[in-house]
């Protein structure tokens, strides 16, 4: 005898039990196995008011998930491409960029480790940084870093 097929209240319990989703997220994964007869946005209302689903708990879950690897517009981006309000992209923002020169700096020793040998060396470092979301500003001040760090060493 088949299994019945589970519910899109469920499906959505089940994801949101593996980790937080944003709305609009959640909205695509259930659309997958919506029937005409379904209503989505309801659903998710039920969640929200349920507390089961939160934009501010799926934001800083993000965030958590990406700090050490990713710089502040890569974060940014992505929150924004999630469909998360502008409130809450602000608010993260600003302590994204207090901690982004350290963080840049943990990534690059990370991944290179010394300073580099050639220019065109030190542009691969830069554009890696680049690639992962970090400023132009804190790609310089690791780039300084790594000089006076060799140096000493």
Do not use: C
């Not at 379904?38 to 689903?53: G, N, T, V, Y």
């Not at 929150?79 to 994204?96: A, Y």
């Not at 060396?121 to 760090?149: D, N, P, Y």
């Amino acid at each position: 005898m088949p299994r019945p097929k589970p519910s899109l209240k469920a499906r959505a319990l089940r994801h949101l039990a593996a980790r937080e989703h944003s709305r609009q997220e959640l909205a695509r994964k259930l659309a997958r196995h919506a029937e005409e007869s379904d209503d989505i946005p309801a659903i998710l209302d039920w969640l929200e008011a349920s507390k089961f689903l939160s934009e501010s708990r799926f934001a800083e879950s993000l965030v958590n998930r990406r700090v050490a690897r990713y710089g502040s517009a890569r974060i940014l981006s992505e929150l924004q491409s999630h469909g998360v309000d502008e409130g809450t992209v602000s608010s993260l923002k600003r302590t994204l960029i207090l901690d982004e020169g350290q963080r840049a700096w943990e990534v690059w020793e990370r991944k290179f480790g010394k300073r580099a040998e050639s220019s065109a060396e030190a542009a691969k470092q830069m554009r890696f940084l680049q690639q992962r979301g970090f400023s132009s500003t804190a790609i310089s001040a690791v780039m300084r870093r790594a000089k006076q760090h060799d140096a000493e060493m």
